[in-house]
């Protein structure tokens, strides 16, 4: 299973109602299990991002979750695969 790490800020509508984000990540959460996503975590944070979330599973699934996310205006993300170490490990090993 590959592990995503999406950094997330909210837009001026999601951060209007801030109160609503608990909730939307409830839903999101919901709809994540159902195309057989696992939430690793989630965090609100303060500093440069709002939300870090990480996720682990198929990446149309995680793909298409985020679309369904992004398209209610909330807010804005940037994903990022993540390899843990033995991943790493069995990388290196392939470099000639």
Do not use: C
């Not at 804005?76 to 490990?89: C, F, K, N, V």
């Amino acid at each position: 299973m590959a592990t995503y790490i999406t950094l997330i800020n909210l837009t001026d509508q999601g951060a209007r109602n801030i109160k609503d984000s608990p909730k939307r990540f409830e839903a999101y959460k919901g709809l994540a299990e159902k195309m057989g996503l696992t939430i690793k975590s989630v965090y609100w944070t303060t500093g440069t991002y709002d939300i870090i979330l990480t996720v682990e599973g198929d990446e149309e699934a995680a793909m298409v979750t985020l679309l369904n996310v992004i398209t209610q205006g909330n807010v804005r993300t940037q994903t990022l695969r993540a390899y843990s170490l033995d991943e790493m490990h069995g990388l290196v090993n392939k470099i000639a």
